[in-house]
């Protein structure tokens, strides 16, 4: 842990930029022993690998179809939306 607190360091040293832990969530990968009090010792919260990057969950396959039809329904829904507003700017041209 003091390992890790001082790798944050000396990243904020380096980097000049700050890392806030407020913010910032624990994402296990895989069997990780203790892992909400490394996260209580970090001030940070713990999320599971359920969490979302651009729609996708994250640990997916893009072989497992179910985890594209959030993506795709909501491709539909711009689709329709970029449908209706040809159609409406079409009609106004006639």
């Known amino acids: 842990m003091t390992f890790l607190?001082?790798?944050?360091m000396w990243f904020e040293a380096i980097?000049?930029?700050?890392?806030?832990l407020d913010k910032s969530?624990?994402?296990p990968v895989g069997r990780v022993e203790n892992v909400d009090?490394?996260?209580c010792e970090l001030g940070c919260k713990?999320?599971?690998?359920?969490?979302t990057y651009l729609g996708m969950p994250l640990g997916a396959s893009f072989n497992f179809v179910a985890?594209?039809?959030g993506i795709e329904e909501r491709f539909h829904k711009r689709l329709a939306?970029?449908?209706n507003n040809i159609s409406l700017r079409v009609g106004?041209?006639?």
């Open 37 to 39: 009090d490394l996260a």
């Open 5 to 8: 607190c001082w790798l944050l």
């Open 81 to 83: 939306m970029w449908n």
């Open 67 to 69: 985890a594209w039809d």
């Open 46 to 51: 713990v999320r599971w690998l359920s969490s």
């Open 92 to 94: 106004e041209l006639h």
């Open 15 to 20: 980097s000049g930029l700050k890392v806030n």
């Open 25 to 27: 969530e624990l994402i």
